[in-house]
């Protein structure tokens, strides 16, 4: 009788989301080789070995490691996935930019290694919170402007997701039409002065690899006008806890957005 294959049994995670994933779903065990970014779970720094960064990857040591599967993220690893597929490897590389497509990225990960049920049980959890949170947001007597920045020079604004969970928080994004450009490149906000213009009243930061200073945000030429450098409404959240497409968005990174607003809300009401 054929045997029905229980998936991949040693996968390679060349980005945090799939092991933050794997872990939640008590598979970390399948696990070879991490990226040498992950922070989520803390653990897995000391238990796995650190094989790639972000836009690179040590391929010898990967392929040291015999993976039955790796996982990578985005066009921006795509180098890195042909040089393994051209080395024999079986690569999945997810392309995720909203929260419906974190949503299904999380589920097709858990079906790949067996455990559907278990996964869906957990993505219901977290999409039951997010409407909490939805509902919450929808009942606030103003809704505050936001400017998400990812990168300050040049400035970056919110990727889909962000700007998707600071709406769904109680916030609306200041660049929304932005935010369907999947690139940073075009997410670009060449001219700082239109910031200003569009006046937001709480400013984010989450610069990835570096960090935020709500001091130097503030000293920035014109920004005394704004509404949030007036009423110190600058605030840092971790890109790990956001600017990463799985679980640490859905969680963490909302709950963040959503106690700033909140708080915003309490004394701007």
């Given at each position: ?12 995670c ?31 720094r ?34 890195i ?152 409404q600058?605030?840092?959240?971790k ?31």
């Amino acid at each position: 009788m054929l045997a029905i294959p229980r998936g991949p049994q040693r996968i390679v995670c060349l980005t945090e989301e799939a092991t933050e994933w794997l872990y939640l779903l008590g598979e970390e065990g399948r696990i070879a080789g991490i990226s040498g970014y992950t922070v989520r779970p803390r653990r897995a720094r000391q238990e796995k070995p650190k094989v790639s960064a972000f836009l690179s990857a040590k391929i010898d040591k990967i392929l040291e490691l015999r993976p039955d599967c790796v996982f990578g993220f985005s066009d921006l690893q795509a180098d890195i996935a042909a040089e393994l597929v051209r080395k024999g490897v079986q690569v999945t590389i997810f392309n995720q930019r909203s929260v419906e497509e974190i949503f299904a990225m999380l589920y097709q990960v858990a079906a790949m290694v067996g455990r559907a049920g278990d996964g869906l049980e957990l993505l219901e959890g977290m999409r039951a919170r997010l409407l909490e949170i939805e509902a919450a947001g929808r009942a606030l007597p103003r809704r505050p402007r936001v400017f998400f920045e990812e990168w300050d020079q040049p400035h970056i604004s919110a990727i889909r997701w962000v700007s998707q969970l600071v709406g769904i928080a109680g916030g609306d994004d200041v660049f929304p039409e932005l935010a369907v450009q999947p690139m940073g490149k075009d997410r670009i906000i060449a001219d700082g002065a239109e910031i200003v213009r569009r006046n937001p009243d709480i400013v984010i930061g989450s610069w990835c690899g570096k960090k935020f200073r709500a001091e130097a945000v503030a000293a920035r030429p014109g920004w005394q006008a704004v509404n949030a450098v007036q009423g110190g409404q600058l605030f840092e959240i971790k890109s790990a806890d956001i600017l990463q497409p799985g679980p640490a968005a859905l969680t963490d990174g909302v709950e963040q957005l959503h106690r700033i607003i909140l708080d915003w809300s309490a004394a701007h009401g």
